[in-house]
């Protein structure tokens, strides 16, 4: 039993399905939705020192890069795809430099994957303990509470009020950023697709903050920002869906160092920033105003993937933020989106003013190289 997790065998009649052989893509095509909200409740999180794996990684990254395909960058500044690997047969080299890769990518794109959610849940206890989502659905499996069921139906009366009153671009986030340590990579496996649409953008935080002046980023860097958990508190409320654990509030700074690469990256986002701490509210909404249109409007430094069916994203959410595209919804075509996320939890947020930017840093290794 991972840290921070309650043992829930056997509390609700709801989870009938056993997690050694559930396949939630079958499930889905044969009954639909099939998430629960169990009574289940937990603790609050408790502090842990948080070990990277990618400290143990080949800088070489050998044993992924040498072992696939293909590999290629899907953009210059976030994003790489790689072809020929599965990811319920790596070996621990490669799970550490995986960690490596995404530290530095931001995302990284697998097709045609074969693992399970069991094999999923396995994997991502590599990069830490697995959050257990406050308020989301959650497989109808004992002993599957670490896995988010992810199910859009592009027709569906409720969908269809929720995104009502929203803007795509309301959807930037970065998972978890209210806890008080977030999530440090995030695997999110696709396996049911409407004909066209539901793509996902991802941002990148170093290059947001590459892309800031000099002044700017001096202004930023040592202030923090409260990251809330609101957004999942109204949810319970609205649904009557049970809050498992509380969803804190937590300040976190603006600008934060990755532990691995050492590189700085602009750590607010729409989705679950609300405030700068020590400024007022028009001064704090002015700056988070500017932060967040420079990042959805920042479309040199995103990446867009068309998914396939069973493709994998990995994302590093200390430095990345992205957003499901729901332009398939309420066209009348019917279709699903559907797929499930494991979500590894990581240090608490830091910044250090010693620290490099990425582009700094790519320049020093450039040089380094050269000599």
Known sequence: MPPNVVDTEAKVDELQYDLETLDLKKLVREKGFYGVHPEIFYPPLEPYEHKDPGHLADPKLASLLDNAEKVFDVTPNIGTEIHGIQLNELTEQQKNDLALLVARRGV??????????????????????????????IPPAKNADEILTIQIEADNEAVLKRYAGRTPADGWHSDISYEVQPSSLAFLKIDTLPSVGGDTLWASG??????????????????????????????????????????????????????????????????????????????????????????????????????????????????????????????????????????????????????????????????????
């Not at 002015?286 to 068309?306: K, P, S």
């Open 206 to 371: 170093y290059e947001a903050y590459d892309k800031l002046s000099p002044a700017w980023q001096k202004f930023v860097e040592g202030l923090e920002a409260v990251h809330s958990g609101d957004v999942h508190r109204e949810t319970a409320r609205v649904t009557g869906y049970p809050l498992r654990r509380e969803a804190p509030d937590n300040t976190h700074p603006v600008v934060r160092v990755h532990p691995v690469t050492g590189w700085k990256s602009l750590y607010v986002q729409r989705g679950f920033t609300r405030r700068i701490v020590g400024f007022t509210k028009r001064e704090s909404d002015a700056v988070l105003g500017f932060l967040f249109n420079h990042i959805e409007t920042g479309i040199d430094f995103q990446v867009r993937f068309r998914w396939t069916e069973d493709a994998i994203a990995v994302w590093d959410n200390r430095v990345t933020y992205h957003a499901a595209i729901p332009d398939y919804i309420g066209l009348g075509n019917g279709g699903i989106r559907h797929g499930y996320r494991v979500t590894p939890t990581g240090e608490r947020p830091y910044f250090d003013a010693k620290a490099k930017s990425r582009r700094q840093g790519l320049a020093e290794e450039k040089e380094a190289e050269a000599k």
């Open 108 to 137: 990284v794109f697998f097709r045609d994957q074969k693992i399970t959610p069991k094999q999923s849940l396995e994997l991502g206890r590599h990069y830490g303990p697995l959050h257990v989502h406050n308020v989301g659905p």
